[in-house]
């Protein structure tokens, strides 16, 4: 069994899960391969409002990249560049992907799960959750994108330490690191996230676009920003539907209605 990538709509939340759970929901290339498209599909839904990442049963987020198949996937030079090739566009697509997307996080997130995690722009915890990048355990490069995103979170001595020791970290020792938004107990997580994904997409969906798209550039160096596109989604904001709504809305104190547009 490879696994696979299974997509759910419930309201405004689209649910993109990770279905493998015989192998704690470790990413075959099958998997990885199925990322962009899935994402795609909840994005072109007009009424998904947020993405929620979450990994099938009750052992793992996501447990790793399948390293049954490195031997014939990730081996010599023609597979291995193959094999980055596929993860690049599974990070990609949930970089770039225009919704909010949330990382809902039990159990074990390692190696390539921990990888997608820090690709979305929050992450919520179980209290059992562990995390850990066992890179240097079996010998492999790691991608500078990847190390660049978890220094932007933790800071480079947290980083060096996660990536030099390889060690597991209890949920706790996460948010103390800032790897995480919060941490709660397992029982309520789903009913957390569910909670914070209803607030987000409440909101104006072009404010929330806009806020994605201007926080990406500003992590960019200063040259490569595009500006143009960071003021049209200021501007298109100010221009829509939306902004009227949530003026009225305020001036008759009573809760907007958004239609994102």
């Given amino acids: 069994m490879s696994g696979r990538i299974r997509t759910e709509r419930d309201g405004a939340i689209g649910w993109l899960i990770f279905d493998h759970p015989e192998r704690r929901n470790a990413i075959s290339v099958d998997m990885w391969r199925a990322i962009p498209p899935a994402l795609e599909s909840l994005c072109e839904d007009p009424e998904v409002r947020v993405v929620v990442m979450r990994g099938e049963g009750e052992v793992a987020f996501v447990s790793g990249a399948d390293i049954s198949e490195f031997k014939q996937q990730r081996t010599g030079g023609d597979a291995a560049g193959s094999y980055d090739a596929g993860t690049g566009l599974a990070f990609g697509a949930i970089l ?9 996080i039990h159990g074990y997130c390692v190696g390539g799960g921990m990888a997608i995690a820090l690709a979305a722009d929050l992450r919520y915890a179980a209290d059992d959750a562990v995390f850990a990048i066992p890179a240097a355990r079996l010998g492999l490069g790691y991608h500078a994108a990847g190390i660049q995103g978890l220094v932007a979170l933790v800071g480079p001595s947290a980083a060096k330490e996660i990536f030099f020791s ?30 914070m994904a209803a607030q987000i997409g409440g909101n104006a969906p072009l404010t929330v676009r806009s806020v994605k798209r201007i926080v990406t550039e500003t992590t960019k160096d200063p040259g490569a920003r595009d500006d143009a596109a960071m003021n049209e989604s200021i501007r298109a904001c100010f221009e829509s539907e939306d902004y009227k709504e949530g003026v009225r809305a305020f001036l008759e104190k009573r809760p907007p209605v958004f239609r994102g547009r």
């Fill in 96 to 104: 770039n992907c225009p919704l909010p997307v949330i990382a809902m």
């Fill in 166 to 195: 390889a060690r597991r970290y209890a949920a706790q020792e996460a948010l103390d690191l800032g790897l995480l938004n919060r941490v709660h107990p397992k029982g309520e997580l789903e009913k957390q996230v569910r909670e």
